[in-house]
């Protein structure tokens, strides 16, 4: 037997190893969560005399929708036409566009995306320039990633709480989206990271300068989104502590923002900032990191999507 | 199945009843986190009976769960992509016998799975616990065949990688004990 068959063969008995059942207190809450839940309304197709109304009406709308186009189409020649430079073109959203981690319903598979307008979308980009389309194109397909990167312009996260903008001029990924963080991340390095977070703690810089596990700048200050903020450099060497998976719960760690259900932590190996500031009186933290090779190239991206911040009320 | 789509609550939790330990061992493996799982299963359960007068082909019914349990799993990695694990970080231990050796192995596949994104996973759980062709897990997740093929050989080499490098660094740990 060979080296794969020897793989193959160990990660076969792996996976048969471990629960094959979902418990009874699991099974009886979906029961009952069935039950409490309505099913959506069934689409029944036209027949007879309805289907027939419904062809003619049909016909009616298309020749009045061509009316209009029509009607539009001569008055746009009437205009005159203007010279100079034409007007900032309209850059369009790739059709990976990323899924949000709130959302649910997009989960379904379906064989007709429809267009959405639910409050879970994406951060909606502005429209000033540069102006990418609206989220009109159909809805996000069921399969998740990979993410395709935001097209560059100007983006809004009404999620985030309180709202935040940002522009991007290329290369950069929307990871996740909460009410409590807006996860970016560039094209290039998947464990670079740029976090806009809500933070319930203060004093973090202050806390992270007097951390002796890890190398950091003294505290400055600086402008943030028009409003003063603090800010400090950390690094951790490679070896400060184990190397955590993203979900493993890393004790040694420094933890740049904590609470009940989630958690930053400074990699080792990687370099970053910590910028804290109040937005209308809520703690915002904002965390950017990537590893020491990637971090020189990472620093300019980040430094733009800082500059470009703005917590619009 | 019929009566299910047409909205009898009964007969689908005949399915649900017939269909969640299979859903649930496939979460598990995906996610590696029995709670999560478990949330995973009754949100595609729940979303399924919702969704299901949307469904087309009723034969396609086991299919369709499926590609509901992945996209439910994706979004649960995502969402808790920061929560505190209750994994343990594990520590190497030099191999001391053949039984010892065996928990090291499993051990490193945990380790080297772990490593793997979502959408890795999903397709060796199909494709090595479910024992679905690459053209059933491509029809399964709803990705192409060369998306599929894709995944499955980076998912390999990426495991292959971590596992070699414990092994390395057992070795360098025995030898420095």
Not at chain 1, 176 to 195: H, S, T
Not at chain 1, 283 to 304: G, K
Not at chain 2, 45 to 60: C, H, K, S, Y
Request: include cysteine.
């Amino acid at each position: 037997m060979n080296r794969g068959q020897d793989f193959d063969r160990a990660l076969r008995d792996w996976l048969a190893d471990g629960p094959t059942r979902l418990s009874p207190r699991a099974l009886a809450e979906t029961v009952s969560e069935i039950r409490a839940t309505p099913q959506r309304a069934r689409i029944q197709p036209l027949t007879g005399r309805r289907a027939a109304m419904s062809a003619w009406l049909a016909a009616a709308v298309a020749v009045t929708a061509a009316v209009v186009v029509l009607f539009i189409i001569v008055i746009r020649a009437q205009e005159p036409r203007e010279v100079g430079p034409s007007a900032a073109p309209t850059a369009q959203l790739a059709s990976g566009t990323p899924q949000l981690a709130t959302a649910t319903d997009s989960s379904v598979p379906t064989s007709s995306p429809t267009s959405s307008a639910a409050a879970s979308q994406p951060p909606s980009p502005s429209s000033s320039t540069p102006t990418p389309s609206l989220f009109a194109s159909p809805s996000p397909p069921p399969e998740l990633a990979p993410l395709d990167p935001l097209a560059p312009g100007t983006y809004t996260s009404r999620v985030f709480d309180p709202p935040v903008s940002f522009t991007t001029t290329g290369g950069v990924v929307l990871r996740g989206e909460r009410p409590d963080n807006v996860w970016l991340e560039p094209d290039f390095a998947p464990d670079a990271e740029f976090n806009v977070i809500g933070n319930d703690e203060r004093g973090v810089v202050d806390r992270l300068a007097r951390d002796d596990r890890i190398t950091t700048s003294k505290p400055f200050e600086l402008i943030v989104a028009d409003r003063p903020a603090r800010g400090i450099d950390v690094a951790a060497a490679p070896d400060a502590y184990p190397y955590g998976d993203r979900n493993d719960y890393v004790q040694e760690a420094v933890i740049v923002a904590q609470r009940a259900q989630w958690y930053f932590y400074l990699h080792p190996g990687a370099k970053g900032r910590v910028i804290e500031l109040t937005v209308a009186g809520t703690q915002v933290l904002i965390f950017y990191e990537a590893q020491e090779a990637d971090f020189e190239r990472f620093a300019p991206i980040a430094a733009d999507l800082l500059a470009s911040l703005e917590f619009p009320t | 199945m019929t009566r299910a789509i047409l909205g009898d609550e009964a007969a689908f939790e005949a399915l649900v009843r017939g269909s969640a330990d299979r859903l649930a061992a496939i979460a598990y493996r995906i996610l590696r986190d029995l709670a999560r799982s478990e949330e995973a299963v009754q949100k595609t359960l729940v979303t399924a009976w919702r969704e299901l007068p949307g469904l087309r082909d009723p034969d396609r019914f086991d299919a369709w769960l499926n590609r509901l349990l992945v996209n439910t799993c994706y979004a649960e990695a995502r969402n808790s992509r920061r929560w505190a694990s209750e994994v343990a970080v594990l520590h190497m231990l030099p191999a001391a016998s053949d039984e010892t050796s065996q928990v090291m192995d499993r051990d490193q596949l945990e380790r080297g799975f772990r490593r793997l994104s979502v959408e890795q996973r999903a397709v060796l759980v199909f494709h090595y616990y479910e024992g679905l062709t690459l053209v059933e897990v491509s029809d399964h997740l709803g990705i192409p065949l060369g998306t599929v093929k894709s995944r499955l050989h980076s998912g390999v080499a990426l495991m292959r990688a971590a596992l070699d490098a414990d092994a390395r660094a057992t070795r360098s740990g025995s030898r420095s004990a």
